[in-house]
């Protein structure tokens, strides 16, 4: 190794699902919503020359449609590209002990990159047999709480009581619920957050409204906690929200018709997928998120993941201990769906009679 490289900040990188450039996919590996966003989005009126300036660092427009949303004050809001963005500033600004931060071992296999990047300690807590957090793991000292709740890959949603009692049990820490997926089920802890002023909860317009390729997300939570996450982002990149995004999110979580239909019909499939899944001898979880991990209860995931990949239908695979048995399946439009529950038909016939 030269002597400069022995400066180099080296970082085991998140690994992000498949993007194939194929078009005559069946695409159900990243969790994005199978229906397009909101038509008001492209009715949004964006004025070219607006580009000609730096965009409001405030998003201040954006900032105000979330608050009116969720009936919260602009100073509860704070927007980042993705919650991927919310989510690495949050980790930077709010995780700052020498005690390690606490998350669950499978969870969103984003939040280790970030401590790693951020060289922050953290211990991951053993999710039970029922692959459900438990809550007095998180009574230990620590030095900040994260979990997803509907978790993932698990889509398991916990209790608003699990969520407030750890909360009970957190209070001099910063407690952070990653609510990426809590518009397909499962109870929301914004109704804490008048509660508790160490809670912050973290949205994405990347599943629900469907804009994963506009990068929007955001937290709410105390005054206190938005401004310094602010002033945080303010000494990284005071820019990151651009015109066209500020513009179009505002359309998009003002359409609340559209929103709610789009979310009951993935709910719908959802529902429907899990009796097939049953029917065809998956094992599944009871997924409150628009995806679901299943595992068949004889044939390898693996063996399924490749042989689906073969005939051109992504699903989400991830070799790693305790969950190398399932597959993460994101929810598709009803016609995705049923090629997938075809084809998995076939294979388990097939793989019976072999
Ligand atoms: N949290 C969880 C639990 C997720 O699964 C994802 C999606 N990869 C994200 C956050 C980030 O989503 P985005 O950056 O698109 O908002």
């Given at each position: 190794m030269k002597p400069w490289e022995k400066n180099i900040r080296r970082v085991t990188p998140y690994t992000p699902?498949?993007?194939p450039k194929e078009k005559d996919i069946i695409?159900?590996?990243t969790n994005?919503?199978?229906y397009p966003p909101s038509p008001k989005v492209m009715e949004a009126e964006l004025e070219l020359e607006q580009l000609r300036f730096y965009p409001d660092p405030s998003a201040m427009e954006l900032v105000e449609a979330i608050a009116r949303y969720h009936g919260l004050n602009n100073d509860q809001i704070f927007?980042?590209?993705?919650?991927?963005?919310?989510l690495a500033m949050s980790f930077l600004t709010f995780f700052n002990s020498d005690k390690p931060v606490l998350f669950p071992d499978i969870t969103y296999s984003f939040y280790d990159v970030w401590a790693d990047l951020f060289r922050i300690p953290y211990e991951t807590k053993a999710l039970d047999d029922d692959f459900c957090l438990v809550a007095k793991d998180?009574?230990?000292?620590?030095?900040?709480?994260?979990?997803?709740n509907p978790n993932a890959p698990t889509g398991i949603a916990e209790k608003l009581s699990f969520v407030k009692d750890i909360?009970?049990?957190n209070q001099d820490v910063v407690v952070i619920v990653d609510e990426a997926y809590i518009d397909f089920g499962g109870e929301s802890a914004c109704t804490l957050l008048d509660q508790y002023?160490?809670?912050?909860?973290?949205?994405?317009?990347?599943?629900?409204?469907?804009?994963?390729?506009?990068?929007?997300g955001y937290a709410m939570g105390n005054k206190k906690l938005i401004q310094v996450l602010n002033d945080v982002k303010y000494s990284f990149n005071s820019y990151t929200m651009n015109y066209p995004t500020i513009v179009m999110g505002k359309a998009s979580i003002e359409d609340e018709a559209y929103f709610r239909e789009t979310v009951a019909k993935v709910v719908k499939t959802r529902e429907w997928f899990k009796e097939e899944l049953a029917r065809l001898g998956f094992l599944y979880f009871e997924s409150s998120a628009n995806f679901v991990f299943a595992g068949h209860k004889e044939i390898p995931a693996k063996d399924i993941f490749e042989a689906a990949r073969n005939k051109k239908i992504f699903i989400r695979y991830f070799d790693k201990p305790r969950i190398r048995d399932y597959l993460r399946i994101s929810i598709g439009t009803d016609e995705e769906m049923k090629?997938?529950?075809?084809?998995?038909?076939?294979?388990v016939k097939e793989w019976k009679n072999t």
């Open positions: 699902g498949e993007q695409k159900l590996n994005e919503n199978p927007v980042g590209v993705g919650s991927d963005d919310v998180y009574y230990a000292a620590n030095g900040g709480v994260i979990f997803p909360l009970d049990h002023e160490n809670l912050l909860v973290v949205r994405t317009f990347s599943k629900s409204r469907s804009l994963a390729g506009m990068r929007i090629v997938l529950v075809s084809f998995l038909e076939q294979f």
